[in-house]
């Protein structure tokens, strides 16, 4: 049977075989198997290219094993990877890296005394079904800010503020934390907002980390913490509780407001992997559109599986998709 394959599919396909980059060469093989007409013709096409995804994915997590994580190169810039890049910063000593050793494969440099970290480090961390990348950054004080951190928290997508509960001088080292960023232009806020007008000026998503939550047996310094952040989250994270490490993490994803969506292929089983990341009120045209914007015009319609709709429930473009729900496009 003739695999009647569209004009694009063979545009992509030469972009595909020039392509020497193995995570650009992973979308691009995505976007051909969403682009192929799915019948008898193009079956053993399918599984050509779904051997070719399977050896693509083993060689980029192989080079991330190998890693584990990257000591950044150019400082003021780290390519994102993932599905949200989160920075941690704060004063000397507060506990980043030990953040990031407990949250990813890496390991980065912890010591009982300040200024041990010198350079950013950035790692993956795994979120259930997704990836999301941390990175751990040197610390801001009186006599230290590093000039690249500005850039590195502008072009990130959520900023963990790590606090010392153990600190008697918390709340001094995180006002010169905020006022360092003030002069750099950075104001923290604790939602998305619009970016100022004056475009010298960057508003930053944060949520903070009360961290070394057990040396704050009176829990006077979490009290500090909220009359100087009010309306941030704060959880309260320590290295020797699993669950506090568990809670910051689900809590980071929640802040990135972005939901995962899976796709399902018709008449086969879901596999919960990979899903297609679109932000939080997106709709069936969005995640259609983050495979391929082809892929979006042909759309005729969906099936969707999960919480807000019954199994298999028939939807348009502009349905409203939640985090966790499947669907099966139908071009
Ligand atoms: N009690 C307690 N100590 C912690 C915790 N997390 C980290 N520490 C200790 O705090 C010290 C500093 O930890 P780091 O992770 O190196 O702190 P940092 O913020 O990366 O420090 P710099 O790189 O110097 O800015 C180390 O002695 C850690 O063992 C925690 O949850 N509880
Ligand atoms: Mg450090």
Redesign the pocket.
């Known amino acids: 049977m003739p695999a009647n394959l569209p004009p694009d599919y063979y545009q992509l396909e030469r972009e595909f075989r020039a392509e020497k980059e193995p995570r650009e060469k992973l979308r691009l093989a995505r976007e051909l198997l969403a682009l192929m007409p799915k019948h008898k013709g193009t079956d053993k096409l399918q599984a050509d290219l779904k051997s070719k995804i399977s050896k693509l994915k083993k060689t980029i997590e192989g080079g991330e094993k190998r890693h584990g994580a990257r000591v950044a190169t150019a400082h003021d810039h780290i390519p994102p990877e993932g599905a949200g890049q989160i920075v941690l910063i ?1 004063p ?7 953040l990031v ?1 407990n949250l990813t494969n890496a390991k980065p440099l ?3 005394y ?4 010198r350079e950013p480090l950035a790692a993956m961390m795994t979120f259930e079904t997704i990836q999301l990348q941390l990175i ?1 950054t ?2 801001i004080s009186e006599e230290l800010y590093e000039p690249y951190m500005s850039n590195l928290i502008r072009s990130a997508n959520l900023i963990v503020l ?1 606090c010392d509960l ?1 600190n008697p001088a918390m709340s001094g080292n995180l006002s010169v934390v905020l006022r360092k960023l003030e002069e750099k232009r950075i104001i923290l806020k604790p939602e998305f907002e619009a970016q100022p007008d004056d475009p010298r000026f960057s508003v930053k998503k944060t949520i903070l980390a009360a ?2 939550a ?2 704050d047996e009176s829990g006077t310094k979490r009290a500090d913490l909220s009359k100087i952040f009010p309306n941030y989250r704060i959880y309260p ?4 509780d699993e669950d506090s490490l568990a809670a910051l993490k689900q809590g980071m994803f929640e802040a990135l407001n972005i939901i995962r969506v899976y796709t399902k292929q018709i008449g086969k089983e879901v596999e919960l992997v990979d899903p297609v990341i679109i932000p939080v009120g997106g709709t069936v045209e969005e995640a259609a559109t983050a495979i391929h914007k082809d892929f979006a015009q042909k759309l005729k319609f969906a099936k969707v599986w999960g919480h807000h709709t019954f199994d298999g429930q028939r939807v348009q473009r502009d349905y409203r998709l939640y985090d966790g729900d499947i669907v099966e496009f139908h071009i």
Do not use: R
């Not at 000397?92 to 030990?98: A, Q």
């Open positions: 704060g000397p000593n507060s506990g980043k890296s030990s050793d912890v010591a009982d300040p200024y041990t970290t751990d040197p610390p790590v153990a961290h070394k057990y040396d994270t320590s290295i020797l």
